[in-house]
């Protein structure tokens, strides 16, 4: 298959750079062969025919910081192959997986999942044995197994326990990522407390049951070792409002969901509701967004939780939390939020592969992705095409009320050139990625 010459597409080729207009020339087997004149040159000399690509922007990857599959082999709501080729149809290709799982990834015989290149799949060792907050896990040796740092639970552990394991070390310098959320706190709410949580009807969530264990956090963060502190899911404008006070402010990330959705956008009946941290309010995403723009919150992720179809049946007040993301990735994440934060608020492009790709990579410390010739890790978004078909997840809690009309990944070297829709009139759904 001859190579596919793209004419003018909008090139962002790594952090500082603005879009430019330049040519590329993309291989069948999903190598970037040529960018700039160099393309165009080879292009002609080849005879190919040119694809117009001037509305389109061909960038690196996406990087999540963390999501879950508590299943890699048997899962009904994932897999390790199914959210790979979700992950991959969406132009995501770092994921970075927490280690909540069955059994718990608390130790090194619990760390060998991988995937094909040039996927990357990162994995977090986990701070306590078993998730439990009862007893530290083998952090040296998790770390040694090829764990990228530590992650707590979803709320934030005992402060002695996490006092010792910071002084103690044996991590390094590697990231320990720590929810500030207190589940006793909520109150069994899961919804954050507000005038629209209580016309929907839903028990509300006080937003001591974020402030409070984010005060201690903070404060944590000004002693020995509290530089390894990375704030997972930051989820109201109250949070926000502390870290502009703290003379030390650690990392944060924020889920893509509390970005694009909160407790007035959402019917009674519509998926969305039951994710931790709870939903917020409009007050709650306009802060995010705010602090996400001014450089405070520096990831986004995805934070993909999925719900199986037997699970999803049940009332909300029974079901575990938790979003899908990955799994239309295509269609919401990274659509969603170039609506959300490109078109209405006014974001540059590069503003935004700032938090999707560049920050989770440096958060993760791993070097920022960049288009090079010779790589397989770019991905090609038309914020114009019709948003994308069926999904390669097997999540049950996809919120596809939130799909865009616009927006998709047309092409990315994640994924088989079959795959691919190049034809600016064409429409195709998301495949997998090569073997």
Not at 143 to 151: C, E, T
Not at 242 to 257: D, E, G, I
Not at 326 to 334: E, I, K, M, T, Y
């Amino acid at each position: 298959m001859a190579p596919f010459w793209l004419q003018r597409v909008q090139l962002l080729q790594g952090p500082g750079s603005l879009p430019d207009p330049q040519d590329a020339l993309i291989a069948a087997d999903g190598v970037l062969e040529a960018i700039g004149p160099e393309a165009a040159e080879r292009g002609a000399a080849l005879a190919l025919r040119p694809i117009p690509a001037s509305g389109w922007i061909l960038a690196p990857v996406l990087v999540d910081a963390h999501s879950v599959l508590e299943d890699p082999w048997t899962g009904r709501a994932e897999t390790l192959s199914s959210l790979a080729q979700a992950a991959a149809a969406g132009g995501y290709g770092t994921v970075a997986l927490l280690p909540w799982a069955r059994p718990w990834r608390d130790r090194p015989e619990r760390l060998g999942l991988q995937w094909p290149d040039p996927l990357q799949l990162l994995l977090w060792g986990s701070f306590s044995r078993d998730g439990a907050d009862g007893d530290l896990a083998p952090h040296a040796d998790q770390v040694a197994a090829g764990a990228i740092g530590l992650a707590c639970g979803a709320e934030c552990p005992p402060l002695p326990l996490l006092e010792r394991g910071l002084l103690l070390a044996e991590a390094g310098n590697r990231p320990v990522l720590v929810a500030p959320r207190q589940a006793a706190l909520t109150s069994g709410g899961f919804v954050r407390e507000g005038v629209e949580a209580l016309r929907a009807g839903w028990p509300p969530d006080p937003l001591a049951s974020e402030v409070l264990p984010l005060t201690a956090l903070l404060s944590l963060a000004c002693r020995s070792g509290g530089d390894s502190l990375i704030l997972m899911n930051l989820s109201t404008a109250a949070g926000v409002e502390a870290l502009n006070r703290s003379p030390q402010c650690p990392p944060v990330t924020v889920s893509w969901w509390h970005l694009v959705a909160d407790s007035s956008s959402l019917t009674p009946t519509e998926e969305g509701w039951r994710v931790e941290p709870s939903l917020g309010t409009p007050e709650d995403r306009q802060a995010l967004q705010d602090a996400l723009a001014g450089g405070l919150i520096q990831a986004v992720a995805v934070h993909h939780q999925p719900v199986d179809a037997e699970e999803r049946l049940l009332p909300l007040d029974q079901r575990r939390p938790g979003v899908a993301g990955h799994g239309a990735s295509h269609g919401l994440v990274l659509p969603a939020l170039w609506r959300e934060l490109v078109q209405r608020r006014g974001w540059t492009p590069q503003a935004l592969w700032q938090v999707l790709s560049w920050g989770p990579s440096a958060l993760l410390r791993q070097p920022p992705e960049q288009l090079r010739a010779g790589s397989r890790r770019w991905l090609l978004f038309d914020p114009e095409a019709s948003s994308g078909g069926p999904s390669a997840s097997l999540a049950a809690n996809l919120p596809l009320h939130a799909l865009p009309p616009q927006g998709r990944v047309r092409a990315t070297g994640l994924t088989a050139a079959a795959c691919w829709q190049l034809d600016p009139s064409s429409a195709q759904e998301p495949g997998s990625p090569p073997a």
